[in-house]
């Protein structure tokens, strides 16, 4: 369970800070991403986003 957590919490940082270049593809727009705005910055969490790239790899890795 660790182990998930850990890839959970990787891709999530990853894919936060990759937001401005992703965000011209459309992701971080999806229902469960979670955008929140403290003290003038913006902070990105694309929760849902992260489980369909992390669904969409998977697939790729598995037929290749």
Not at 2 to 28: C, D, K, Y
Not at 40 to 52: D, I, L, M, N, W
């Amino acid at each position: 369970m660790f182990r998930w957590m850990f890839t959970v919490f990787v891709a999530v940082t990853i894919l936060s800070s990759a937001q401005p270049w992703l965000s011209r593809l459309g992701v971080g727009r999806l229902p469960g991403d979670l955008r929140l705005r403290w003290r003038g910055k913006e902070y990105v969490f694309p929760f849902a986003s992260t489980v369909v790239l992390s669904l969409l790899g998977m697939l790729l890795m598995r037929f290749l």
